[in-house]
């Protein structure tokens, strides 16, 4: 059989640097057998794992273990209390239903880094809240971990602050239809045992009934919260938060999904815009048509970039060939020799077989942070294509939590996990009528546009059957002729999966999109001082960078000397802040493993 997706391209045409690849879907994860259970497994790029507690991202776990959230009792007013190190945190009380305040309370969970300057004095600059995307990503995760490097890039004058939006993390009512961790490993151990989207006749059927069963127990299990979490509330909710600190304009810094959720912010409240930044910006027309076609245009490209990287480093890519062809053509073959004789690994009551599936969704992984990724990545393939699996091993563990069973005295708190996420993701879609037919031509379309397609197309298919609707039913358009203030959009040359900041900069009118030549998923994949005093000077000063604004980056992906370090700072500001920027690139993930969709 054929193995190419469609033709090579003129050596002229980039594009021809891959000479793209296997239709068979690949899988989205890797299970690495112990002699007790599963250790280990690897989330897919199209989604975080469905079953995993959706605080894991980033979270200042030794502190959170000794901090107990029902502690704080739900206010309408913020009552700060010392948390974590150097945190506070405060869960506001708000109406679970904004048009019928009858319907009961939620309670916001949020954290805080505080500004080092006199909240009530001249100097102090307010509230800047964060998404880290999702949907479903945790602001109380994403804080407690980086608050400290993101005020170092803003300003000390800034309180930053992190939120689990609704159904999601310590925010209540949550979604989670586990009540059980040990009945939530038992499911994620049925759902990576199943077949792939089309290794068999029935394997896209057996998708779509996982997807339909995941939906059922939404249903039955976690029916009320999933009734008010779609983005339309949790806009709201961000204005509460705004007007719970006694301000009317809301800062935001929200990446990836957090685009959706500002930009529709834009779009019901531009009045309430204060300094408003999108990064990493989706497609909001796409989003909320529940049809998740547009995010993989400049996927491959990004992958394009890493084989010419590779070529230009010569021995400090491990792979390095003289082109970028004859690079691209090494890795596909080691992926074929995986094909032919997968590599075993066994040692100290590790065993497991390495797919040419895994390789492949590490891959797409790896290019949401390719600066941070991909040298070590590079290394791991070469030990690969020696029939050493070990390193891939390690390289695959060091990202991701492991199956276990906790038994504690203790009962963990109900934090949901990735249910939360498909409960968000459909409550949003204005069109859930999905069958087999449209799913197949779905997952064919997308392997045209991305040899990923086989990844991505997974999404889409977490809406069949699902049967909760919001009781405010809020799907758009995203389109604003004026808001109080211009919003800034941050867009990536090679982003993976989210392309679209020009379209949307169309439809917030006034809007202005700062272009920062690399690849990766959002600002923070790698490191650029352009971009980030553009950042700095719109949230202080309100300064936005010129229309058609291009920055360059300060790394490389193979070539030590460039990761970071070829730009000499001229002042100790620049240093300071080039070393946030550094620190920020490596805490951040914004995308698979272990969190995002986005």
Known sequence: MDKRLFE???????????????????????????????????????????????????????????????????TKDLKWLPCYKGFECARLKVPLDYHDHGAGDAAIAMIKYPAKVDTKGDKYKGPILFNPGGPGGSGVGLISNLGPIFQTVVGNEFDIIGFDPRGVGHTTPVVDVFPFPLERESYALRYLDAPLINQTSTALSEVMSRAKLLNQLIGDRANLAAQYINTAVVCTDMLSIVKAHGQEKLQYWGFSYGSVLGNSFATLYPEHVGRLVVDGVVDAEDYYAGLWSTNLRNTDRGLRLVFQQCADSGKECALNEPSAEEVEARYFKILDSLDASPVTVHSDGISGIILRKYVHVVMFSSLYSPYRTMKVFFEVLKALEEGDGMPFYVFVAGL???????????????????????????????SLDFDHKAMQKHFEQLSKVSIFGDIWSEIRMSCINSKVRPKWEWHGPVVVNQTSFPVLMIDNTEDPVTPDAQKMS????????????????????????????????????????KEGTVCDIEDHMFLLDKMGGSYTATSEEDKQLLDALQELSKGFRVGPPPHLTF
């Open 400 to 430: 991701l939590p492991s199956l276990s069973c906790d038994c504690g005295s203790k009962p963990r708190p109900r934090t949901g996990g990735g249910e939360g996420q498909s409960a968000i993701i459909c409550s949003d879609a204005h």
């Open 8 to 74: 090579s391209k003129s050596e002229a045409d980039p594009s021809s640097y891959i000479s793209t690849r296997s239709r068979r879907s690949q899988n989205r994860r890797l299970l690495v057998c112990t002699a007790v259970a599963a250790a280990l497994y690897l989330l897919s790029g199209a989604v975080r794992d469905r079953f995993d507690r959706a605080d894991n991202f980033v979270t200042n776990s030794a502190d959170e273990a000794l901090f107990d959230w029902d502690k704080i009792k739900p």
């Open 506 to 545: 169309k439809a917030i009118n006034g809007s202005v999109v700062l272009t920062q030549k690399s690849a990766g998923h959002c600002s923070l994949a790698a490191s650029s001082l352009c971009t980030f005093k553009a950042i700095r000077s719109y949230f202080n000063d309100g300064i936005l960078p």
